[in-house]
């Protein structure tokens, strides 16, 4: 986590909102995505402020937000 509060999900959730202005597949998962990434970024947190420091596996953003299903 960077000091100014950024870390690599709050980037990812950014980058997902805006690509769903522009492109209707990303809008049409945004949501879940995003959930998805808060939701890990809060057991990264936790998981932090109980052992002091960050996990030794770590979440594949990009992997949680490209699979997303073919038209």
Known sequence: MISNDTDRFTVAIAAIKGGAQVNERVAAYSHEKC?????????????????????????????????????
Request: aromatic share 8%; charged share 25%; with cysteine.
């Open 35 to 71: 959930s998805y990434l808060k939701h890990l970024r809060q057991k990264e947190r936790d998981y932090i402020y109980e052992h002091g420091k960050g996990m030794c596996e770590t979440h594949s953003v990009s992997g949680t937000i490209t699979n997303i299903a073919p038209t």
